[in-house]
Protein backbone atom coordinates (compact mmCIF):
# COMPACT_ATOMS: atom_id res chain seq x y z
CA UNK A 1 0.00 0.00 0.00
CA UNK A 2 1.45 3.44 -1.13
CA UNK A 3 2.37 5.48 1.76
CA UNK A 4 0.53 8.41 2.05
CA UNK A 5 3.49 11.52 3.30
CA UNK A 6 1.72 14.24 5.38
CA UNK A 7 3.59 17.54 5.43
CA UNK A 8 5.38 17.44 9.20
CA UNK A 9 5.52 13.94 9.32
CA UNK A 10 9.00 12.24 8.70
CA UNK A 11 10.43 8.57 9.15
CA UNK A 12 13.79 8.22 11.33
CA UNK A 13 13.94 11.52 13.41
CA UNK A 14 15.79 10.17 16.18
CA UNK A 15 18.64 8.78 14.31
CA UNK A 16 19.38 12.03 12.37
CA UNK A 17 22.03 13.82 14.24
CA UNK A 18 21.28 17.39 16.11
CA UNK A 19 22.22 19.39 13.47
CA UNK A 20 20.07 17.86 10.84
CA UNK A 21 17.01 17.57 13.22
CA UNK A 22 17.40 21.22 13.71
CA UNK A 23 17.85 22.05 10.24
CA UNK A 24 14.88 19.76 9.10
CA UNK A 25 12.52 21.55 11.88
CA UNK A 26 13.76 24.57 10.68
CA UNK A 27 12.89 24.02 7.12
CA UNK A 28 9.56 22.31 8.31
CA UNK A 29 8.10 24.81 10.93
CA UNK A 30 9.98 28.17 11.10
CA UNK A 31 9.31 31.37 9.70
CA UNK A 32 13.02 32.40 10.41
CA UNK A 33 14.89 29.10 10.34
CA UNK A 34 18.06 30.40 11.04
CA UNK A 35 17.10 32.51 13.92
CA UNK A 36 15.09 29.44 15.31
CA UNK A 37 18.39 27.80 15.23
CA UNK A 38 20.19 30.33 16.60
CA UNK A 39 18.05 30.32 19.44
CA UNK A 40 18.37 26.84 20.24
CA UNK A 41 21.63 26.64 19.87
CA UNK A 42 22.03 29.92 22.04
CA UNK A 43 20.28 28.05 24.84
CA UNK A 44 23.32 24.76 24.81
CA UNK A 45 25.98 25.09 27.73
CA UNK A 46 29.73 25.94 26.21
CA UNK A 47 30.82 23.15 28.65
CA UNK A 48 29.76 19.79 26.55
CA UNK A 49 30.19 17.29 29.50
CA UNK A 50 27.40 18.92 31.59
CA UNK A 51 25.35 19.49 28.26
CA UNK A 52 26.20 15.75 27.41
CA UNK A 53 24.56 15.33 31.37
CA UNK A 54 21.44 17.87 30.32
CA UNK A 55 21.35 15.69 26.91
CA UNK A 56 21.34 12.03 28.45
CA UNK A 57 18.17 13.03 30.60
CA UNK A 58 15.45 12.54 27.49
CA UNK A 59 15.81 11.75 23.99
CA UNK A 60 15.69 13.82 20.51
CA UNK A 61 17.09 17.07 23.26
CA UNK A 62 18.45 20.22 20.87
CA UNK A 63 18.54 22.24 23.28
CA UNK A 64 17.53 23.58 27.62
CA UNK A 65 14.49 25.18 28.31
CA UNK A 66 15.56 26.50 31.66
CA UNK A 67 13.62 28.07 34.58
CA UNK A 68 14.46 30.12 37.13
CA UNK A 69 16.44 28.39 40.50
CA UNK A 70 15.45 30.90 43.25
CA UNK A 71 15.69 31.32 46.93
CA UNK A 72 13.56 31.64 49.72
CA UNK A 73 15.50 32.20 52.53
CA UNK A 74 14.90 32.16 56.12
CA UNK A 75 12.84 29.22 56.35
CA UNK A 76 12.64 27.99 59.78
CA UNK A 77 11.36 24.33 60.11
CA UNK A 78 11.53 21.80 62.76
CA UNK A 79 14.14 24.47 64.81
CA UNK A 80 16.68 24.33 61.41
CA UNK A 81 16.96 27.51 59.10
CA UNK A 82 17.36 26.58 55.64
CA UNK A 83 17.47 28.70 52.31
CA UNK A 84 15.30 26.84 50.10
CA UNK A 85 15.90 26.63 46.57
CA UNK A 86 13.10 27.02 44.33
CA UNK A 87 12.54 26.22 40.56
CA UNK A 88 9.24 28.05 38.92
CA UNK A 89 8.84 30.29 35.90
CA UNK A 90 5.70 32.08 37.69
CA UNK A 91 6.39 35.61 39.21
CA UNK A 92 5.71 36.42 42.56
CA UNK A 93 5.69 32.61 43.91
CA UNK A 94 9.65 32.99 45.45
CA UNK A 95 9.08 36.47 46.71
CA UNK A 96 5.52 35.12 48.56
CA UNK A 97 7.09 31.89 50.19
CA UNK A 98 10.19 34.43 51.26
CA UNK A 99 7.65 36.97 52.87
CA UNK A 100 5.61 34.11 54.60
CA UNK A 101 8.73 32.32 55.66
CA UNK A 102 10.34 35.60 57.29
CA UNK A 103 6.96 36.32 59.04
CA UNK A 104 6.69 32.57 60.38
CA UNK A 105 10.71 32.98 61.24
CA UNK A 106 9.55 35.28 64.44
CA UNK A 107 6.63 33.14 65.60
CA UNK A 108 8.46 29.88 65.97
CA UNK A 109 8.41 28.35 62.41
CA UNK A 110 6.91 25.62 60.77
CA UNK A 111 6.96 21.98 62.18
CA UNK A 112 6.37 18.49 60.24
CA UNK A 113 5.67 15.01 61.27
CA UNK A 114 5.88 11.79 58.55
CA UNK A 115 4.47 8.83 60.03
CA UNK A 116 5.61 6.77 57.56
CA UNK A 117 7.00 6.74 54.01
CA UNK A 118 5.54 3.27 52.35
CA UNK A 119 5.10 3.30 48.82
CA UNK A 120 3.02 0.52 46.50
CA UNK A 121 2.96 -1.39 43.27
CA UNK A 122 0.58 -3.83 41.96
CA UNK A 123 0.94 -6.87 39.60
CA UNK A 124 -2.53 -6.31 37.34
CA UNK A 125 -3.36 -10.09 35.82
CA UNK A 126 -6.83 -12.21 35.13
CA UNK A 127 -7.15 -15.95 36.41
CA UNK A 128 -10.47 -17.80 35.38
CA UNK A 129 -10.01 -20.53 38.09
CA UNK A 130 -12.17 -20.24 41.68
CA UNK A 131 -10.77 -17.37 43.50
CA UNK A 132 -10.77 -19.78 47.01
CA UNK A 133 -8.34 -22.10 45.28
CA UNK A 134 -6.12 -19.18 43.98
CA UNK A 135 -5.90 -17.70 47.45
CA UNK A 136 -4.72 -21.03 49.14
CA UNK A 137 -1.86 -21.50 46.41
CA UNK A 138 -0.83 -18.12 47.35
CA UNK A 139 -1.08 -18.41 51.21
CA UNK A 140 0.49 -22.30 50.84
CA UNK A 141 3.63 -21.52 48.52
CA UNK A 142 3.18 -18.47 45.61
CA UNK A 143 4.03 -16.11 48.22
CA UNK A 144 7.52 -17.38 49.85
CA UNK A 145 8.38 -18.58 46.10
CA UNK A 146 8.11 -14.59 44.91
CA UNK A 147 9.91 -13.53 48.22
CA UNK A 148 12.59 -16.03 47.23
CA UNK A 149 12.58 -15.58 43.91
CA UNK A 150 12.96 -11.54 44.70
CA UNK A 151 15.43 -12.13 47.38
CA UNK A 152 18.55 -10.98 45.38
CA UNK A 153 16.95 -7.72 43.97
CA UNK A 154 16.10 -6.31 47.11
CA UNK A 155 19.37 -7.53 49.40
CA UNK A 156 21.33 -4.05 48.52
CA UNK A 157 17.96 -1.78 49.36
CA UNK A 158 17.41 -4.56 52.59
CA UNK A 159 21.25 -3.59 53.75
CA UNK A 160 20.20 0.12 53.61
CA UNK A 161 17.13 -0.47 56.00
CA UNK A 162 14.18 -0.80 53.64
CA UNK A 163 12.65 -3.60 51.04
CA UNK A 164 9.51 -5.31 50.76
CA UNK A 165 7.45 -4.70 53.26
CA UNK A 166 4.43 -7.38 51.97
CA UNK A 167 3.21 -9.33 49.02
CA UNK A 168 -0.34 -9.89 49.28
CA UNK A 169 -3.06 -11.39 46.75
CA UNK A 170 -6.15 -9.07 46.05
CA UNK A 171 -9.76 -10.47 44.81
CA UNK A 172 -10.88 -7.97 42.79
CA UNK A 173 -12.89 -10.12 40.97
CA UNK A 174 -16.15 -8.31 41.63
CA UNK A 175 -14.80 -5.42 39.96
CA UNK A 176 -13.73 -6.98 36.73
CA UNK A 177 -14.08 -10.67 35.66
CA UNK A 178 -11.22 -12.87 36.23
CA UNK A 179 -8.92 -9.70 37.70
CA UNK A 180 -6.63 -10.29 40.69
CA UNK A 181 -4.02 -7.45 42.08
CA UNK A 182 -0.54 -8.75 43.36
CA UNK A 183 -0.03 -5.92 45.91
CA UNK A 184 3.11 -4.80 47.10
CA UNK A 185 4.33 -2.28 49.57
CA UNK A 186 7.99 -1.16 49.80
CA UNK A 187 10.32 0.74 51.99
CA UNK A 188 12.84 2.80 49.65
CA UNK A 189 14.89 4.38 52.05
CA UNK A 190 16.33 7.58 50.82
CA UNK A 191 15.29 7.04 46.92
CA UNK A 192 11.98 7.71 45.66
CA UNK A 193 12.55 3.96 44.49
CA UNK A 194 10.22 3.94 41.03
CA UNK A 195 13.21 1.44 39.21
CA UNK A 196 13.65 -0.43 42.28
CA UNK A 197 9.79 -1.25 42.63
CA UNK A 198 9.08 -1.63 38.83
CA UNK A 199 12.16 -4.35 38.78
CA UNK A 200 10.79 -6.13 41.73
CA UNK A 201 7.32 -6.10 40.42
CA UNK A 202 8.03 -7.42 36.74
CA UNK A 203 10.37 -9.96 38.20
CA UNK A 204 7.05 -10.77 40.23
CA UNK A 205 5.33 -10.82 37.35
CA UNK A 206 8.00 -13.59 35.63
CA UNK A 207 8.03 -15.33 38.78
CA UNK A 208 4.52 -16.45 38.17
CA UNK A 209 4.32 -16.77 34.96
CA UNK A 210 6.87 -19.72 34.93
CA UNK A 211 5.53 -21.21 38.16
CA UNK A 212 1.86 -22.07 36.64
CA UNK A 213 4.12 -23.11 33.19
CA UNK A 214 6.15 -25.19 35.01
CA UNK A 215 4.39 -26.67 37.81
CA UNK A 216 2.70 -29.78 36.63
CA UNK A 217 -0.94 -29.68 38.95
CA UNK A 218 -0.81 -26.18 37.73
CA UNK A 219 0.07 -26.64 34.17
CA UNK A 220 -3.57 -28.58 33.09
CA UNK A 221 -5.72 -25.49 34.87
CA UNK A 222 -6.35 -22.40 33.87
CA UNK A 223 -3.25 -19.81 33.22
CA UNK A 224 -3.03 -16.54 34.18
CA UNK A 225 -3.18 -13.30 32.18
CA UNK A 226 -0.60 -10.95 33.40
CA UNK A 227 -1.18 -7.44 32.01
CA UNK A 228 1.19 -5.06 33.69
CA UNK A 229 3.50 -5.06 36.32
CA UNK A 230 3.81 -0.94 38.03
CA UNK A 231 4.30 1.05 41.33
CA UNK A 232 1.35 2.93 42.32
CA UNK A 233 1.76 6.57 42.76
CA UNK A 234 -0.85 6.98 44.86
CA UNK A 235 1.11 6.65 48.36
CA UNK A 236 -1.30 8.24 50.86
CA UNK A 237 1.33 6.67 53.03
CA UNK A 238 3.85 8.83 52.30
CA UNK A 239 1.83 11.84 54.38
CA UNK A 240 3.36 14.66 55.50
CA UNK A 241 1.60 16.93 58.12
CA UNK A 242 3.22 20.17 58.14
CA UNK A 243 2.33 22.88 60.63
CA UNK A 244 2.32 26.59 61.89
CA UNK A 245 0.30 28.14 64.97
CA UNK A 246 0.40 31.17 66.94
CA UNK A 247 -1.78 32.99 69.68
CA UNK A 248 -4.26 35.39 67.40
CA UNK A 249 -2.61 38.39 68.18
CA UNK A 250 0.40 37.45 67.24
CA UNK A 251 -0.47 37.19 63.64
CA UNK A 252 -0.29 41.28 63.71
CA UNK A 253 1.97 42.49 61.59
CA UNK A 254 3.41 46.23 60.54
CA UNK A 255 2.24 45.58 57.01
CA UNK A 256 -1.63 43.94 57.75
CA UNK A 257 -4.01 46.38 57.13
CA UNK A 258 -6.30 44.62 59.43
CA UNK A 259 -6.96 43.48 62.83
CA UNK A 260 -5.10 40.42 63.84
CA UNK A 261 -8.56 38.47 64.86
CA UNK A 262 -10.02 40.21 62.20
CA UNK A 263 -7.78 38.77 60.03
CA UNK A 264 -7.44 35.23 61.19
CA UNK A 265 -11.46 35.04 60.63
CA UNK A 266 -11.33 36.35 57.10
CA UNK A 267 -8.02 33.50 56.69
CA UNK A 268 -10.25 31.02 58.79
CA UNK A 269 -12.98 31.46 56.51
CA UNK A 270 -11.08 31.87 53.27
CA UNK A 271 -9.79 27.83 54.28
CA UNK A 272 -13.02 26.51 54.55
CA UNK A 273 -14.53 27.68 51.30
CA UNK A 274 -12.29 25.46 50.21
CA UNK A 275 -12.43 22.93 52.26
CA UNK A 276 -16.27 22.36 50.22
CA UNK A 277 -15.98 24.11 47.11
CA UNK A 278 -14.30 22.38 44.27
CA UNK A 279 -13.76 25.07 42.29
CA UNK A 280 -11.87 27.40 44.62
CA UNK A 281 -10.71 24.36 46.20
CA UNK A 282 -8.21 23.61 43.25
CA UNK A 283 -6.87 26.85 42.88
CA UNK A 284 -6.24 26.52 46.34
CA UNK A 285 -4.47 23.78 46.34
CA UNK A 286 -2.53 24.90 42.97
CA UNK A 287 -1.36 27.78 45.34
CA UNK A 288 0.19 24.64 47.74
CA UNK A 289 1.67 23.01 44.79
CA UNK A 290 3.47 26.54 43.54
CA UNK A 291 5.41 25.66 46.68
CA UNK A 292 5.24 22.48 46.36
CA UNK A 293 6.45 21.41 42.90
CA UNK A 294 9.43 24.33 43.48
CA UNK A 295 10.79 22.76 45.69
CA UNK A 296 10.44 19.20 44.11
CA UNK A 297 11.60 20.33 40.85
CA UNK A 298 14.90 21.67 41.99
CA UNK A 299 15.92 18.87 44.29
CA UNK A 300 15.34 16.53 40.96
CA UNK A 301 12.27 14.71 41.89
CA UNK A 302 9.22 13.79 39.91
CA UNK A 303 6.86 16.54 39.70
CA UNK A 304 3.51 14.62 38.08
CA UNK A 305 4.33 11.73 40.53
CA UNK A 306 3.79 13.75 43.29
CA UNK A 307 0.98 16.37 41.75
CA UNK A 308 -0.78 13.11 40.81
CA UNK A 309 -1.17 11.50 44.39
CA UNK A 310 -1.90 15.01 45.57
CA UNK A 311 -4.66 15.83 43.77
CA UNK A 312 -5.68 11.82 44.50
CA UNK A 313 -5.55 12.06 48.38
CA UNK A 314 -7.47 15.97 48.13
CA UNK A 315 -10.27 13.48 46.83
CA UNK A 316 -10.27 11.08 48.61
CA UNK A 317 -13.33 11.63 50.40
CA UNK A 318 -15.05 11.45 47.18
CA UNK A 319 -15.02 15.20 46.89
CA UNK A 320 -12.24 17.32 46.02
CA UNK A 321 -10.86 19.58 48.62
CA UNK A 322 -8.18 21.78 50.61
CA UNK A 323 -5.22 19.79 51.26
CA UNK A 324 -4.86 22.74 53.91
CA UNK A 325 -7.16 23.06 57.42
CA UNK A 326 -7.10 26.50 59.95
CA UNK A 327 -8.33 26.34 63.56
CA UNK A 328 -8.93 29.27 65.36
CA UNK A 329 -9.34 27.77 69.14
CA UNK A 330 -9.50 29.56 72.37
CA UNK A 331 -7.69 32.74 70.43
CA UNK A 332 -4.73 30.31 69.09
CA UNK A 333 -4.04 30.09 64.87
CA UNK A 334 -3.20 26.63 63.66
CA UNK A 335 -2.62 26.28 60.23
CA UNK A 336 -1.98 23.09 58.98
CA UNK A 337 -0.95 20.91 55.62
CA UNK A 338 -1.61 17.11 55.22
CA UNK A 339 -0.19 15.76 51.78
CA UNK A 340 1.70 12.70 50.90
CA UNK A 341 4.92 13.31 49.60
CA UNK A 342 6.88 10.07 47.69
CA UNK A 343 10.43 12.00 47.52
CA UNK A 344 13.93 11.09 47.32
CA UNK A 345 17.83 12.30 47.80
CA UNK A 346 19.46 9.74 46.44
CA UNK A 347 19.37 8.08 43.06
CA UNK A 348 17.61 9.13 40.12
CA UNK A 349 17.76 12.93 38.80
CA UNK A 350 18.90 14.12 42.53
CA UNK A 351 21.96 12.78 41.37
CA UNK A 352 22.89 13.01 38.18
CA UNK A 353 21.57 17.49 37.67
CA UNK A 354 24.27 19.49 38.88
CA UNK A 355 21.65 21.53 40.24
CA UNK A 356 19.89 19.14 41.72
CA UNK A 357 22.85 18.60 43.58
CA UNK A 358 23.50 22.02 44.55
CA UNK A 359 19.90 22.44 45.92
CA UNK A 360 20.39 19.09 48.16
CA UNK A 361 23.45 20.58 49.28
CA UNK A 362 21.95 24.15 50.12
CA UNK A 363 19.74 21.53 52.48
CA UNK A 364 22.22 20.27 54.17
CA UNK A 365 21.94 16.77 51.79
CA UNK A 366 18.50 16.23 53.85
CA UNK A 367 17.34 12.95 54.08
CA UNK A 368 14.52 11.87 51.75
CA UNK A 369 11.81 12.39 55.21
CA UNK A 370 13.68 15.75 55.55
CA UNK A 371 13.22 17.17 52.06
CA UNK A 372 9.58 15.69 51.65
CA UNK A 373 8.84 18.02 55.63
CA UNK A 374 10.41 20.54 53.68
CA UNK A 375 8.69 20.68 50.26
CA UNK A 376 5.58 20.54 52.44
CA UNK A 377 6.11 23.59 54.96
CA UNK A 378 7.13 25.38 51.11
CA UNK A 379 3.48 24.36 49.99
CA UNK A 380 1.84 25.78 53.36
CA UNK A 381 3.77 29.25 53.04
CA UNK A 382 2.86 29.49 49.95
CA UNK A 383 -0.85 29.15 50.53
CA UNK A 384 -0.23 31.19 53.47
CA UNK A 385 0.91 33.74 51.65
CA UNK A 386 -1.75 33.36 48.71
CA UNK A 387 -4.48 33.55 51.20
CA UNK A 388 -3.02 36.64 53.20
CA UNK A 389 -2.72 38.46 49.47
CA UNK A 390 -6.33 37.27 48.85
CA UNK A 391 -8.11 38.11 51.92
CA UNK A 392 -6.26 41.44 52.08
CA UNK A 393 -4.58 43.63 49.16
CA UNK A 394 -6.18 41.29 46.86
CA UNK A 395 -3.52 38.99 44.27
CA UNK A 396 -2.68 41.62 41.77
CA UNK A 397 -1.21 43.72 43.96
CA UNK A 398 1.85 41.54 44.49
CA UNK A 399 1.50 39.64 41.22
CA UNK A 400 1.08 42.78 39.39
CA UNK A 401 4.16 44.13 40.52
CA UNK A 402 6.29 41.24 39.98
CA UNK A 403 4.73 41.15 36.91
CA UNK A 404 6.37 44.39 36.26
CA UNK A 405 9.34 43.45 35.82
CA UNK A 406 8.35 41.04 33.07
CA UNK A 407 6.25 43.64 31.01
CA UNK A 408 9.47 46.14 31.38
CA UNK A 409 11.90 43.13 29.97
CA UNK A 410 9.18 42.35 27.11
CA UNK A 411 8.90 45.90 26.11
CA UNK A 412 13.10 45.98 26.22
CA UNK A 413 12.73 48.94 28.83
CA UNK A 414 15.81 50.84 29.23
CA UNK A 415 17.45 51.05 33.02
CA UNK A 416 16.55 54.47 32.97
CA UNK A 417 12.96 53.55 32.10
CA UNK A 418 12.37 50.90 33.89
CA UNK A 419 13.10 53.62 37.07
CA UNK A 420 10.66 55.94 35.43
CA UNK A 421 7.75 53.11 34.96
CA UNK A 422 8.26 51.68 38.54
CA UNK A 423 8.28 55.45 40.45
CA UNK A 424 4.84 56.12 38.00
CA UNK A 425 2.85 52.93 38.86
CA UNK A 426 3.69 53.19 42.59
CA UNK A 427 0.30 52.60 43.98
CA UNK A 428 -1.45 52.50 40.41
CA UNK A 429 -3.03 49.59 38.87
CA UNK A 430 -0.62 47.56 36.71
CA UNK A 431 -1.73 46.12 33.06
CA UNK A 432 0.24 44.92 30.13
CA UNK A 433 -1.36 48.01 28.20
CA UNK A 434 -1.19 50.43 31.13
CA UNK A 435 2.73 50.25 31.52
CA UNK A 436 3.25 49.74 27.34
CA UNK A 437 1.12 52.95 26.80
CA UNK A 438 3.17 55.33 29.93
CA UNK A 439 6.50 53.61 28.24
CA UNK A 440 5.11 54.85 24.43
CA UNK A 441 4.36 58.08 26.21
CA UNK A 442 7.38 58.54 27.54
CA UNK A 443 9.52 57.21 24.33
CA UNK A 444 7.64 60.01 22.89
CA UNK A 445 8.55 62.79 25.13
CA UNK A 446 11.46 64.82 23.53
C1 LIG B 1 -1.59 31.59 41.69
O1 LIG B 1 -0.56 30.89 41.06
C2 LIG B 1 -2.02 30.88 42.94
C3 LIG B 1 -3.25 31.47 43.65
O2 LIG B 1 -4.32 31.57 42.72
C4 LIG B 1 -3.58 30.52 44.76
C5 LIG B 1 -4.90 30.85 45.47
O3 LIG B 1 -5.79 31.41 44.84
O4 LIG B 1 -5.00 30.45 46.64
C6 LIG B 1 -2.96 32.86 44.14
Redesign the pocket.
Known sequence: MGEKRISGQIKGFSKLSRDQKLQWLSDSFFENGKEAIEDFNRFRLSDPKTQKVLDGFSENTLSNYFLPFGIAPNFLINDKVYAVPMVIE?SS?VAAASSAAKFWLTRGGFRFEIEDVEKLGQVHFFWSGNPLQLKELFDRELCEILKEHIAPFISNMEKRGGGVRNIDLLDKTHELDNYYQLWLSFDTCDSMGANFINTVLEECLKKMKIHFAETDYLRNGPQPEFLMAILSNYTPDCLVRASVDCPVSELQDASLTLEASEFADRFYKAVRIAGFDKFRAV??N??IF?GVDAVVIASGNDFRAVEACGHAYASRTGTYRSLTFCEIVDDHFTFRLDIPLALGTVGGLTCLHPLAKRALELLGNPTAKELMGIAACTGLAQ?FA??RS?ITTG?QYGHMKMHLDNILNHLNASDDEVGKVVTFFEGKTISFNSVRNYLEELRCRP
Do not use: F, S
Open positions: EVTHKGNNAILI
